[in-house]
Structures are given as structure tokens and as C-alpha cells.
């Protein structure tokens, strides 16, 4: 049955439908971890300052984000650390391509996270740098 109007629909923008997203996926080395890439200075050998973190720095960095969406840490690009000066991390909404793979499940794992009509859980392993998004139609739970 195809919903009256399109905004009954939480997935009407998106390329995927909710079946592309329901269930448990875990998206591999993803997260920010204590192997993440940093920048050598090739003249001292050393990590600059700036790319030295922890990951529960990078945790609590993620978690001060102001927002109604839970964020990750992800890791930072050598080059960006490099160009900017910026720590080796990141953060993003849980569902963000860069951690899920495609921009069209970034758009359906927030249409879903937005709708009422699912719920959406995810846990975020720094240690193996696994990101675990699980959803469930909300009826069902």
C-alpha cells in the first residue's frame, strides 16, 4: 500500500527503501581507533602534537557535539591533519557515509532514525573500530 501523501512516507526522498536498512549491519574500521593514520614529521620522525589523541578524547569530542543526533568519531584523512592542523579525528552523525559507505544508506538510516515508525540503535566499538547500526520497525519491538 503506497502512503497518500509523500510525507507519510520518512523514506520518500531517499533512493533506498526501509528494507535496505532494516536489521543489524556492522560497517568494519570505520570508527576512529588507536590505529588510525597520523602524519610523521619527516625530519624528526615524530607525530606532531596536533595528531596526537586518544580515543577517549575523540569519544568525548564526539559526544560534546550540540545536536540531536548522536555523532561518532571518525578518523581524520592524513592530509586534512596535515593541511588544517587538526586532530586525527572527526565527528559525524552515526549514520554519515563515511562510516555507513553510500550517501543513499546515510539518507535512509536518517529518514529512519527520524521516523517514528522505527527504532534505530547503533554502538560505536573504538576498540575494533566497528560501527553497529540496528533497525527495527517500531511495531515490531
Known sequence: MMP????????????????AVLGTRTFHDVLFTDDTETPV?????????????????????????????PQIALPASVETQVETQSKP???????HFKATGSLERHRAYHAAYDSDAFTVDFEADYASG?????????NES
Open 4 to 19: 497518500e501523501k509523500p510525507d507519510d512516507d520518512p523514506f520518500h526522498d531517499c533512493e533506498l527503501d526501509p528494507g
Open 41 to 69: 614529521n619527516v625530519l624528526t620522525g615524530e607525530t606532531p602534537a596536533h595528531s596526537q589523541a586518544s580515543v577517549e578524547e575523540a569519544k568525548a569530542f564526539a559526544a560534546s557535539i550540540d545536536t540531536d543526533t
Open 89 to 95: 579525528y572527526t565527528a559525524a552523525a552515526f549514520f
Open 130 to 138: 566497528n560501527l553497529t547500526i540496528t533497525v527495527e520497525r517500531a
